[in-house]
């Protein structure tokens, strides 16, 4: 039974690098075609096209009723992204590149959500109201950064 799971977990594991080899090529080619600039197709159609997974996984753990699955994969994914994927990209290709957006723009929004966050989460429960809150504050990002990204595309 053991080797049944290894299996399946080494099948979803190479579904997932293939489809995300796909999202990734299909979002630059569409995002580039209709304009945007690379940093906008990262930030809008890759990031959340790579949060799809975790959405489903979250979802499927309130349906289980294992809530606390839900934060806690929202946390240990941006811990990933940032140590991890940051880390390994810049050993790999040797460094990266950091543009003044992310260091005016989205640095800072990264430390004003996670203090969001953190005062959401301290009594231990995130109820309907903070749930909008922090929907509603997400798409403020999205068209916040999308209107920034086209206005210095302009100028």
Same mark, same amino acid.
């Given at each position: 039974m053991l080797l049944l799971w290894i299996t399946i977990f080494v099948v979803? #594991?190479?579904?997932? #690098?293939?489809?995300?080899?796909?999202? $990734?090529?299909?979002? &630059?080619? /569409?995002? %580039?075609?209709?304009? +945007?600039?690379? !940093?906008? #197709?990262?930030?809008?159609?890759v990031g959340l096209g790579?949060? !799809?997974? &975790?959405?489903?996984?979250? !979802?499927?753990?309130? $349906?289980?009723?294992?809530?606390?699955?839900v934060p806690a994969n929202a946390i240990g994914s941006n811990i990933a992204n940032i140590l991890l994927i940051v880390g390994l990209s810049a050993v790999i290709g040797g460094r990266l590149t950091v543009s003044k957006n992310l260091?005016? +723009?989205?640095l800072p929004l990264l430390a004003v959500s996670t203090a $969001?966050?953190?005062?959401?989460a301290w009594d231990r429960q995130i109820v309907i109201? &903070?749930? /909008?809150? +922090? +929907?509603?504050? !997400? #798409?403020?990002y999205?068209?916040?950064?999308? %209107?920034? =990204?086209? &206005?210095?595309? =302009?100028?």
């Open positions: 979803s #594991v190479a579904v997932l #690098v293939k489809g995300a080899d796909w999202l $990734l090529g299909s979002a &630059e080619k /569409i995002g %580039l075609s209709i304009g +945007l600039s690379p !940093f906008i #197709v990262g930030v809008v159609i790579t949060s !799809f997974p &975790e959405i489903i996984s979250s !979802f499927a753990a309130m $349906l289980k009723d294992v809530t606390e699955i260091i005016d +723009l989205d $969001l966050f953190l005062g959401i109201g &903070e749930s /909008i809150l +922090l +929907l509603f504050l !997400f #798409v403020i999205l068209i916040y950064t999308i %209107l920034y =990204n086209l &206005e210095l595309r =302009n100028s």
